[in-house]
């Protein structure tokens, strides 16, 4: 079973970047689907990016501002975020399911990191 490790949050203005990290803290992602939601207060989690075997999806919230990657020597993923939006603003969790064609939804990934929070200031 994979552990999942999120950091890299912060506060940053409206318009910069950020990277986040997701590491395995025990096992490996190897055969894993690894993605990242997001959470703002009041509102439903919500999917942001994924990588899926060799692909890659994202929210139509943050194409062409975030991308995802993947290092599999490091057992991280990150997302690196860009042109950021008060919007954006949520609590950015890790997740992950050993890879099988599905829909990119909380309840079809079974393993979670703790949470890392991206405040983005207007």
């Known amino acids: 079973q994979v552990q999942l490790v999120a950091s890299g949050g912060g506060v940053v203005q409206a318009g910069g970047s950020l990277r986040l990290s997701c590491t395995a803290s025990r096992g490996t992602f190897s055969g894993y689907d690894i993605a990242w939601f997001r959470q703002a207060p009041g509102k439903e989690r919500e999917f942001v990016a994924a990588t899926i075997g060799w692909n890659y999806d994202y929210a139509d919230a943050v194409k062409g501002r975030f991308t995802?990657?993947?290092d599999n020597a490091k057992d991280t993923v990150y997302l690196q975020m860009n042109s950021l939006k008060s919007e954006d603003t949520a609590v950015y969790y890790c997740a992950a399911r050993i890879s099988r064609p599905a829909t990119n939804t909380p309840?079809?990934?079974p393993y979670w990191g703790q949470g890392t929070q991206v405040?983005?200031?207007s």
């Open 68 to 70: 995802i990657s993947r």
């Open 107 to 109: 309840s079809s990934y």
């Open 119 to 121: 405040t983005v200031s």
